[in-house]
């Protein structure tokens, strides 16, 4: 079991056996962190947070298998040691054994949520023992399975993940409990089809020295999102081939450098358009268009509607 432990930011304001609420506070924003005692051995974790930082505080009963989901925004934590780190981002699926405790998250968007499946290996539940078993998986080796790949493990995200949590960020309160269960058997089943690292990339592949490159050309993107560079400029300030960096940051982050900074861009102008005194223009140029048709054409791709449609929808 995982239980966290409330501190001056993180406040329980509701507990039973089966669920705990916490709110959480810091100079940078709120949120909230729901967890769901499921089963003996399983707990959800749902996070809804709006601020830019967090230490979290867990207690760690037993060891774990911890599937964890980012529904949208995203999340990052700092490296302890060469096999700890993470940055996690939206439609994301990452495998872990332990929530990197007393550690501080960062969130650059000023917005994470998301879900976090926990199964406890050091205490499993005969009931999701046989669950499992009427349905040909065999728990224990699919998780003894699961350890083998070297975690933290990243997934790359595909329709058929996104299906498997989706329903689970919209459950009506009375079915919750019921469903948690069907959807840990679908999610475990999707599990056991992973055969090998052949299939699935993995970030700790790449060498610890282009780690750091990675890390510094997202920053450089970010930084500069208002700014167009050609891939050869990119290569030359990252000090690689541009084939090395392709290759390293897709690995890294899931997609091109042209994609990533794409949806960056959109991101932060959903929440630039939040300020109605914003002109869409302005905006537009804050994130790198010149053109605030293009911008409009980028926009509606991203969310579905145009800039304007959005304040209209968000803004009242």
Request: glycine letters at 4%; aromatic letters at 12%.
């Amino acid at each position: 079991m995982i239980t966290p432990v409330p501190d001056k930011n993180m406040v329980l304001i509701q507990n039973s056996d089966r669920f705990s609420h916490y709110l959480l506070q810091n100079d940078t924003g709120s949120g909230h962190l729901l967890v769901y005692n499921v089963l003996p051995g399983l707990q959800f974790f749902y996070s809804d947070l709006h601020l830019s930082h967090f230490a979290f505080h867990l207690k760690h009963i037993g060891e774990h298998l911890i599937v964890l989901h980012c529904h949208n925004g995203n999340s990052e934590w700092n490296r302890m040691s060469a096999t700890d780190s993470g940055v996690f981002e939206e439609n994301g699926l990452m495998l872990l054994d332990h929530f990197p405790d007393d550690r501080e998250f960062q969130y650059p968007l000023h917005c994470y949520h998301g879900i976090a499946v926990v199964i406890s290996t050091t205490n499993l539940s005969p009931e999701l023992v046989k669950m499992f078993e009427m349905v040909g998986v065999h728990l224990v080796s699919l998780i003894q399975k699961m350890k083998s790949l070297r975690l933290p493990f990243a997934l790359r995200p595909d329709d058929h993940t996104s299906h498997v949590f989706s329903e689970l960020y919209h459950l009506p309160k009375n079915i919750r409990f019921p469903y948690f269960k069907i959807k840990t058997l679908e999610l475990l089943l999707f599990l056991s089809r992973l055969d090998s690292e052949q299939h699935y990339e993995n970030t700790l592949l790449i060498p610890n020295a282009y780690q750091k490159k990675m890390t510094f050309l997202r920053e450089f993107l970010r930084e500069n999102m208002d700014e167009h560079y050609t891939l050869d400029d990119l290569a030359k300030r990252a000090e690689m081939s541009s084939t090395q960096m392709k290759k390293y940051f897709k690995l890294s982050y899931g997609t091109s450098i042209y994609s990533y900074l794409k949806t960056y861009r959109m991101k932060i102008a959903v929440q630039l358009l939040a300020d109605e005194n914003a002109s869409v223009s302005s905006v537009a140029a804050k994130v790198g268009y010149t053109n605030s048709s293009k911008f409009a054409h980028a926009f509606k791709e991203f969310t579905g509607c145009t800039p304007k449609e959005y304040r209209n929808k968000h803004i009242r």
